[in-house]
């Protein structure tokens, strides 16, 4: 089915531990983007990216490394987990501007004990 | 700066009555606005956009938005609410004047249409 897909759904790790969250998308969209999204602040934006190989920051990227290395894949990676990072997580694609809508995965449930 | 707010965290609405869920928002240039639904334990859905032209937007599910400049607000409507309505929304903003596609969030409206 075509899409967005992220992987894995659900993760339990520890303090300290590298864990990396991966996206898929089959649309070939340029921009992707990682959300995560948090009980009164809504989505904030990690990182994103507007083509292979260009990555910028958002508006939390402390604490996260991204890469996209082919367009349609845009893996998270937390370095040192910590637990303020439990979260949801969502990566989504765009088209290339003009604005278009953004296209979201079914997001994964972080837990960092 | 960029921001978005959506003053109700919580909507309650009779089914078949009209249904608001409000947004303002502040951008330095000209904005895109945007609706997004989320369901339980999915991602965000698009629902609406306003960039340019005509003040009132209607998008999917027969929702509606009408952009108010002077009011810098973009609220959500919906003549008759459904059930299948009941749902968590966010409004999202973009500076039209930035390079870059990405989107400050609200912290979202739940909203709930009793039977």
């Known amino acids: 089915d075509a899409g967005i897909t992220q992987s894995p759904r659900y993760k339990i790790t520890e303090t300290g531990r590298q864990v990396t969250l991966m996206c898929h998308q089959t649309w070939s969209h340029s921009y992707m983007f990682w959300y995560r999204q948090d009980l009164g602040h809504g989505l904030r934006l990690i990182y994103y990216?507007?083509?292979?190989?260009?990555?910028d920051k958002g508006e939390v990227p402390d604490g996260y490394v991204v890469s996209r290395s082919k367009t349609e894949n845009f893996p998270l990676t937390l370095e040192s987990a910590t637990r303020s990072q439990t979260s949801v997580y969502f990566c989504?694609?765009?088209?290339?501007?003009?604005?278009?809508?953004?296209?979201f995965g079914n997001g994964t449930r972080l837990t960092v004990t | 700066a960029q921001s978005v707010a959506q003053p109700e965290d919580q909507v309650n609405v009779a089914e078949g009555n009209p249904l608001t869920v409000k947004c303002t928002y502040s951008v330095s240039g000209n904005p895109y606005l945007f609706w997004y639904v989320q369901y339980p334990n999915r991602g965000l859905q698009f629902l609406l956009k306003y960039i340019t032209g005509d003040n009132l937007v209607k998008g999917s599910y027969g929702f509606e938005a009408e952009f108010n400049k002077s009011q810098t607000s973009f609220h959500l409507k919906k003549p008759s609410a459904l059930v299948s309505d009941s749902a968590l929304y966010f409004c999202?903003?973009?500076?039209?004047?930035?390079?870059?596609?990405?989107?400050?969030f609200g912290t979202g409206t739940r909203l709930t249409v009793i039977p």
């Open positions: 989504a694609s765009s088209e290339i501007d003009p604005p278009s809508p953004l296209h």
């Open positions: 990216s507007a083509a292979a190989d260009i990555t």
């Open positions: 999202a903003v973009r500076d039209a004047q930035t390079g870059a596609n990405n989107l400050f």
